[in-house]
């Protein structure tokens, strides 16, 4: 069984830790977990470890976030990934912060990244692990928000919360995308 998971977000050291790029700082934990390592290849940094038996191929794109779908219909066809066994990490304004939820299926909500992969892929049937960040900004300011670093309180919290989305990607990957909702989407 082989799994692809993308860890949206923009690359460059000026949005490492804003709150658009929750996605990419999901799969560096993941990666650290399992101590593997990034390598710069074909629209995206690439890693893979194995978990229960599975093959988790990890990916971050270089695309930047409006054109994510390049990298993620080149890595599903690379490496002969179904789309039921694509999990995208995306941070998610309508939720409040840290709140996770899975889901299946769904529209993109206005996120250019989620946009961009629907519209390559010809669909919305994708899984994605939405990551809360809350929206407290003026009216007006949502992008300095979503390419803004998580404040002072976010931050005390942020590791509770990238823990508990490394635990929903391998339960996805080790149990399913049902049981894994049930689970953890409270």
Same mark, same amino acid.
């Given at each position: 069984?082989k799994?692809?998971?993308v860890?949206?977000?923009?690359?460059?050291?000026e949005y490492?830790n804003?709150?658009?790029?929750i996605?990419?700082?999901?799969?560096d934990?993941l990666a650290?977990?399992?101590?593997?390592?990034?390598?710069s290849?074909?629209?995206?940094f690439?890693?893979?470890?194995k978990?229960k038996?599975?093959s988790i191929?990890?990916?971050? &794109?270089t695309?930047y976030?409006?054109?994510?779908?390049?990298?993620v219909?080149h890595?599903?066809?690379q490496l002969k990934?179904p789309?039921d066994n694509?999990?995208?990490l995306?941070?998610?304004?309508?939720l409040p912060?840290?709140?996770l939820?899975?889901?299946?299926?769904g529209?993109?909500?206005?996120?250019?990244?989620?946009?961009n992969?629907q519209?390559l892929?010809?669909?919305?049937?994708? &899984?994605?692990?939405?990551?809360?960040?809350?929206d407290?900004?003026?009216k007006?300011k949502?992008?300095?928000y979503?390419l803004?670093?998580?404040?002072k309180?976010e931050?005390?919290e942020?590791?509770?919360?990238i823990?508990?989305?490394c635990?929903?990607v391998?339960?996805?990957?080790?149990?399913g995308?049902?049981?894994?909702?049930?689970t953890?989407?409270?």
């Open positions: 069984m799994y692809l998971v860890g949206l977000g923009n690359i460059g050291a490492a804003t709150r658009h790029n996605g990419f700082m999901i799969a934990r650290e977990k399992f101590k593997c390592t990034f390598e290849e074909r629209q995206a690439v890693t893979e470890f978990h038996g599975r191929h990890l990916i971050k &794109p695309t976030m409006n054109l994510s779908g390049k990298a219909r890595w599903m066809n990934i789309q694509l999990l995208v995306v941070d998610d304004l309508a912060f840290g709140t939820r899975m889901r299946a299926k529209s993109d909500a206005g996120h250019n990244g989620l946009k992969i519209e892929l010809g669909n919305n049937k994708y &899984p994605r692990l939405r990551f809360g960040i809350g407290s900004f003026s007006g949502q992008i300095d979503v803004g670093d998580f404040d309180k931050q005390e942020l590791e509770i919360f823990e508990k989305s635990d929903m391998l339960s996805f990957a080790s149990i995308i049902q049981r894994t909702m049930t953890y989407n409270n």
